[in-house]
């Protein structure tokens, strides 16, 4: 007899409640294949263990809400269902209750209110629902630290991504809130947001090049050389220098498909080095540690043109 396990639309494995294992026979929590997400739902263990932690994150609010129909999910629970980047897997599922006088915490959920209102918004083709995508954009440039909340608008703002927010709407939605919190930090988001960006990798770069003092950098620039058109992450137009931040999804795959990619990357690099000038590449562990970031630029010849804003860079140890 096989496990009733569920694909709920949305969720990135089937999901099991324990009530319907029971109907059909089982012990979920007597099963060694099952995988206990929360108190009542089991995933496959073997599928469990293949997620990243966004992935395991996003099937954990899908198990809550196969427990709390009428859940309405807010800040990082609400980024993830809306597609919007997550950092790490969040400890905690966020909930929003507009009824409640003050927030509450139990267990690994936190139950948040507010004196705004938020509009609610049904999450695709599922029964799920959650603070609009423009709400939780702000709500969450209010609490994460600058740079992953850069990461965060940015992809809001990126059609690329399939998110429609423009940076006025969410600077409006933030002006008529009465909520304080982070307003400076707000104006800094909506100060540098860019659609342009194409990784969260490419946007909290971008903030740790502007704390570190370095020239600022043009985005995506377009460059057709040897027939082949490139664009780069990021382009120093004093010395024609280039610097790539890379996000390891796009070599995920089978070996030939990694393989491909790498050699489409190498010769990629090879063209850009033979036209232009200096040549950076780092990852996004480069980018938070800030002196591995600094140092490949500084080899490069990108130009420190202020001293380095050393507050902002402590904000990237923040764990939010």
Request: glycine fraction near 8%; charge should be neutral.
């Amino acid at each position: 007899m096989s496990l009733p396990l569920t694909p709920v639309n949305g969720a990135p494995i089937a999901l099991l409640r324990a009530s319907d294992a029971r109907m059909a026979g089982f012990r979920p929590h007597a099963q060694p294949q099952l995988h206990r997400v929360r108190h009542g739902v089991y995933a496959q263990a073997d599928e469990w263990a293949t997620l990243a932690p966004w992935g395991r994150y996003l099937a954990r609010v899908h198990a809550y809400a196969l427990t709390s129909s009428s859940a309405v999910f807010a800040l990082e629970s609400a980024a993830v269902l809306h597609g919007l980047p997550v950092f790490g897997e969040p400890s905690s599922i966020h909930l929003f209750d507009p009824d409640r006088k003050r927030s509450v915490r139990y267990g690994d959920v936190e139950v948040h209110t507010s004196r705004d209102s938020r509009e609610i918004s049904p999450i695709g083709r599922t029964r799920l629902l959650a603070t609009s995508l423009p709400e939780t954009v702000v709500d969450l440039g209010r609490v994460l630290s600058p740079a992953r909340g850069l990461a965060v608008v940015d992809a809001s703002l990126s059609a690329r991504m399939g998110h429609a927010c423009c940076l006025d709407q969410l600077a409006s939605i933030a002006a008529a809130q009465c909520a304080r919190r982070g307003v400076r930090v707000l104006e800094w988001l909506w100060a540098r947001a860019s659609g342009v960006a194409e990784s969260v990798g490419e946007s909290v770069s971008r903030a740790v090049i502007e704390w570190c003092g370095f020239d600022e950098p043009a985005l995506q620039e377009e460059f057709h050389f040897e027939g082949e058109t490139d664009r780069p992450d990021f382009f120093w137009r004093h010395g024609a220098m280039v610097g790539e931040s890379d996000g390891y999804g796009k070599y995920d795959g089978d070996a030939e498909k990694i393989k491909s990619a790498l050699i489409r990357e190498k010769t990629r690099e090879d063209r850009l080095r033979r036209h232009l000038g200096g040549f950076a590449r780092w990852d996004m562990r480069d980018a938070v540690r800030v002196d591995p970031l600094a140092q490949k630029l500084l080899a490069a010849g990108v130009q420190v043109v202020a001293d380095p804003q050393r507050a902002m860079l402590a904000t990237l140890s923040r764990h939010r």
